[in-house]
């Protein structure tokens, strides 16, 4: 869709989907990363649970807004920026999304092959039967995900910062609108 279309803010869906999902995700991140340091238990059960819950949410949120973005496009890059800077922000954007799909499908992927998923108490058919074997690489492409998805995150915050305290322009507030 042409920029000129859709405006010079986020919609507002786009923006829901954003600040909705966003402390869900580095919730998720803290989540999956304080794993390693809780004991096996029932405590531990209970948070892998709530761990997949919300991956599962989050793995059809994402889809779900990908298509909505897909149909209502985005509104043009604030003015004044070079092409460069333009072309990094939408390859950072695509970054977020491959880095979304990937997190919550490697996790619900792992899952189906070992442990099998519960969505609010009920387990989930799982696909394919049992392979242990698959499910642990899936794991390892989890992980990696788990550190590109905080690197770009990083850039990404360092970004909206750079944008509305050194470069004063309208980026953040489109989102925030
Ligand atoms: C955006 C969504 C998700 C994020 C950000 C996320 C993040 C993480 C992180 C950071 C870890 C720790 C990785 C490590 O050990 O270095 C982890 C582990 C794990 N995640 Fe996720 N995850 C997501 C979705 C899912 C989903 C959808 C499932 C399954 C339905 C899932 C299942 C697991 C499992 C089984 C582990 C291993 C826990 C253990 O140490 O035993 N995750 N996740
Ligand atoms: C917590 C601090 C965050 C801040 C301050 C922030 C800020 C922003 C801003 C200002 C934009 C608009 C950029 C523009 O208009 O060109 C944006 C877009 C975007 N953000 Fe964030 N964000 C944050 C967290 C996240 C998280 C956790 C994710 C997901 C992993 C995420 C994914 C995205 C994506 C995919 C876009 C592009 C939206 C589109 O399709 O146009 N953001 N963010």
Redesign the pocket.
């Known amino acids: 869709m042409n920029a000129t279309h859709v405006g010079t803010v986020h919609n507002r869906l786009t923006r829901v989907f954003h600040w909705g999902m966003a402390p869900l995700?580095v919730g998720?991140?803290a989540l999956?990363?304080l794993?390693?340091g809780i004991p096996k238990g029932p405590v531990k059960g209970s948070l892998?649970d709530l761990?997949?819950l919300i991956?599962?949410l989050?793995?059809v949120l994402t889809v779900a807004r990908l298509a909505w973005v897909a149909a209502t496009g985005h509104p043009a890059s604030a003015p004044g920026q070079p092409a460069w800077q333009r072309l990094t922000a939408r390859a950072a954007h695509a970054g977020l999304y491959v880095a979304?799909l990937g997190?919550?499908g490697s996790?619900?992927l792992?899952?189906n092959f070992s442990r099998g998923?519960k969505f609010f108490g009920i387990a989930l058919p799982q696909f394919g039967g049992l392979d242990p074997a698959l499910g642990k690489t899936l794991?390892t492409f989890?992980?990696g995900f788990?550190w590109f998805?905080v690197g770009l995150l990083a850039v990404h915050v360092l970004a909206a910062l750079w944008h509305q305290y050194v470069r004063r322009d309208a980026t953040l507030e489109r989102m925030l609108a």
């Open positions: 995700i998720m991140l999956g990363f794993f390693e892998m761990h997949k991956g599962t989050l793995l979304m997190m919550a996790g619900f792992a899952s998923v794991m989890h992980m788990a998805l």
